[in-house]
């Protein structure tokens, strides 16, 4: 299986290991990742709340540049909300022919062209929908036994566009982590939100948002997440959210690509283990992954 | 918010492109399950069905006086839930656009956030959280809102994800479609 591969700025910086665990569990279960030529930021939360045009342009640019290679239909995109950037452009232009020529001419000075032959597909749907336990299972060589996980799916790979799960009741990343030996931790927070950015412009709420997440996550060993922004706010904030509820909630955080990574036996360093900020001695007691 | 706060001669262009914004919303029963769907509603002055109410009565110096609409944090719930399948979602996105372009000051921690997320990507094609931050610190005007990231810029650097070298290179890869792009918002 080959797919079109979009890191995204964050995977190559505050979300490194996220990139480098895509690429080696993709890369051990058979997938080849052509990373779009020239990628630029997709727009982020930025453009959407600043300039209408450009939310729409930057992400139709990285889909018309993985348009020139006609190998694969499917984009593969880690971020959730590089994921929605993109997926937005795809759902909206295919059936508004005008807006899609509107956000050409946007274009035109690159001499690129959006035509709408991409499938736009986040990690958690390929490794749900296309690899799925059958793959991973028999490659898996350290199963987790007795882990338990929260699967933690955030927003923005679930809603508004229910693609491969339920929007309200996810349930995609259970089939996984039975796969890799571990238990499900039976949670109603997995599609609720983290508070994105406001972690930064209303750090007051974001805390807030994260504590009721942390809080609800007790009695788990690991929580496992699918987006940057979700990762760092479930990691990088444990200290100050357990002493404002005068309570202990750290928990080790992962990308699901890393756990995959690890029951399949690829070294931490691999799958930057040594980057995350909420790896509790639990786990490195539990799963034997040497310290960072 | 005190409405008077945005009163001022700046904002009466952003009320006349309320209109749009109206329109996006303007079959909305007021049922009230955008509010109960919301994750931030506790902390809005505001209520999102409160808030489309005013919207729909055309009442900018209310909507753009309130922090409601900037409180969104995109989780789409209430673009999921509308049973009038409303861009709830968007027309929050829209409101934050009227609030960017016309530098409404009770909105200006997170204009400025976005507004400088996108100058880096301008310069660069990517952004650099490092010079991103950086701008948006400046931005801000003030000197104590860089303590609040120290320790866990310290912690992000003592672990090699974020780099402290400047970006030197400017290629202003997207410098054409940012010129387009802005043309065309302008041009609306």
């Given at each position: 299986m080959k797919v079109h591969y979009y890191p995204g700025c964050s995977l190559e910086g505050t979300a490194v290991e996220y990139d480098r665990s895509t690429r080696v569990v993709m890369a051990a279960l058979g997938v080849e990742l052509l990373e779009i030529e020239g990628w630029t930021c997709?727009?982020?939360?930025a453009a959407e709340a600043t300039d209408e045009w450009l939310a729409l342009a930057l992400p139709a640019r990285n889909l018309a540049l993985a348009e020139r290679?006609?190998?694969?239909?499917d984009v593969l995109v880690p971020c959730s909300a590089c994921y929605l950037n993109l997926k937005h452009v795809e759902e909206k232009t295919r059936t508004d022919a005008q807006l899609r020529s509107t956000i050409n001419t946007l274009l035109e000075g690159e001499d690129l062209r959006f035509e709408g032959r991409v499938r736009v597909r986040h990690l958690l749907d390929v490794l749900a929908s296309d690899l799925g336990p059958a793959a991973i299972h028999p490659k898996v060589v350290r199963p987790l036994d007795g882990l338990r996980i929260a699967p933690y799916y955030g927003c923005q790979c679930l809603r508004p566009y229910a693609v491969f799960d339920d929007p309200e009741m996810p349930t995609s990343m259970e089939p996984l982590i039975r796969a890799v030996g571990a238990e499900v931790f039976p949670w109603p927070m997995g599609g609720r939100c983290c508070g994105a950015s406001h972690m930064n412009t209303q750090p007051e709420v974001g805390i807030t948002l994260v504590a009721g997440l942390l809080k609800a996550a007790r009695g788990a060993d690991v929580i496992v997440t699918v987006c940057p922004m979700c990762q760092m706010n479930l990691e990088a904030f444990q200290n100050s959210v357990s002493r404002s509820q005068h309570m202990d909630l750290h928990i080790s955080v992962l990308y699901l690509p890393q756990l995959i990574g690890h029951a399949m036996g690829l070294p931490a360093s691999d799958l930057g283990l040594g980057y995350n900020l909420a790896l509790t001695e639990e786990w490195r007691h539990r799963v034997h992954a040497p310290a960072s | 918010m005190n409405p008077s706060a945005v009163a001022d001669s700046t904002a009466t262009h952003a009320f006349d492109d309320l209109e749009h914004v109206r329109q996006m919303i303007?079959?909305?029963?007021?049922?009230?399950t955008c509010t109960g769907s919301c994750p931030n509603a506790f902390a809005m002055d505001l209520t999102p069905r409160q808030l489309w109410r005013h919207v729909m009565l055309g009442q900018p110096a209310v909507v753009f006086g309130s922090r409601t609409f900037t409180l969104c944090s995109s989780c789409y719930y209430c673009t999921l839930r509308c049973p009038r399948g409303l861009p709830l979602t968007d027309a929050m996105h829209a409101l934050k656009r009227l609030g960017a372009r016309h530098r409404l000051?009770?909105?200006k921690a997170s204009t400025a956030f976005y507004r400088q997320f996108m100058e880096s990507v301008r310069r660069?094609?990517?952004?650099?959280e490092l010079e991103f931050m950086t701008l948006y610190f400046a931005d801000m005007k003030?000197?104590?809102?860089p303590l609040r990231y120290a320790l866990l810029g310290l912690r992000l650097v003592a672990k090699g994800k974020l780099s402290l070298r400047w970006p030197m290179r400017r290629q202003r890869p997207l410098e054409a479609i940012f010129c387009k792009a802005v043309e065309r918002e302008e041009g609306r």
């Open positions: 997709c727009g982020a939360s290679h006609p190998e694969t239909r | 303007q079959s909305c029963i007021q049922c009230g000051t009770p909105h660069h094609g990517r952004v650099n003030n000197p104590l809102l």
